[in-house]
């Protein structure tokens, strides 16, 4: 009987251990503000600003055009994006620049504003970075406010509530204003449409199986 | 069931985990896909989410110490090293059911890898607390207490 006494106080004990470890990982999940950041495997480790990430000094910029429900841009961010980051993010040689335009329908304009408005938490990358791995069937109606609200909470470093209160505001229409000015200035023809631009240079379309060559090219 | 077996049966059950764990943190550190049946979108999903590290120390790392610090404790003689095995395999057990939890309802996503640990884990449980609260026949092997 002292045995089972003893099994019960050590299962308590377990139990006590296991709520101070959930207790402990959702109050990390909470305060995540710098590139320590450990949930996400690329972005998070990665300088973020507004709509970039890498180096602001970075002397060439990828301009990605996107929309979130575009199956072949999630493609992209799966696949391709994170040999882009491992190769030329990281040593600071080009910086990332994400405009998001929303024309394949209903979900796509509710997941922009959401991001446009984790841009303004410089959080757009590892939110659309969730988003993407997540993309459920084109305008399935998957993108729901609770769909949205909980890939949010997946990203470190984005405050719902703040999220919540910039929905829609004039930054948040300001970025996606741009977007579209961009995409007809530069007549996008579809997505995912890639732009390169050195020294501040007028953007270039590039394939991105050809980004090596292109960066070389100098 | 003699002490013997049921020290075996935690060692088998630790290397078994020890391999899980073990493959999961390689993943994890090389950047790498796990390789999971029908696709690794599931454990993709699961392990890049937040719950795949705890206060920055990956999950599958965890898991690796704590299958270790079993088997270790069978290398504990007496009371001391059953209760130590069955109190470490009760705290991994409910974190596992408590990571079966989020996966099933706050990543909507299952890694098998997971599901397998906590399958061992469970098992585990079992046979630390049994060999714990037992009695066991004498001529075990094993000094009683």
Known sequence: VNRLWLLGGAAALAAVIVVAAIVISQSGADDEETSSAPSAPRVERIAQEGIWLGDPDAPATLIEFADLQCPFCAEFANEELPGVIDRYVRDGSLRLELRLLAFLGPDSVRSRDVAHAAAQQDRIWGFSERFFRNQGPENSGYATDEFLERLARQTPGLDVEQLESDLGNQESEALTREAERMARTLEVPGTPAFYLVRDGGRPEPVEIDQLDEALAGG | MSDRRLRIAVAVLSLAGLGVAGYLTWVH?????????????????????????????????????????????????????????????????????????????????????????????????????????????????????
């Open chain 2, 29 to 145: 550190y090389a950047d790498l896909d796990p390789i999971c049946a029908g696709g690794s979108g599931g454990c993709e999903k699961v392990q890049s989410s937040d719950y795949a590290e705890l206060a920055g120390v990956p999950v599958a790392l965890l898991g690796l110490i704590g299958y270790g610090a079993i088997l270790a404790s069978l290398a504990v003689p007496g009371d001391a090293g059953r209760f130590t095995g069955a109190l470490l395999a009760l705290a991994g057990f409910g974190f596992s059911a408590w990571l079966t939890y989020v996966e099933l309802f706050e990543i909507d996503a299952i890694c098998q890898w997971c599901v397998a640990s906590a399958v061992i884990m469970t098992a585990l449980a079992a046979v630390t607390s049994l060999r714990f609260a037992a009695p066991r026949p004498a001529g075990s092997g094993h000094r009683r207490s």
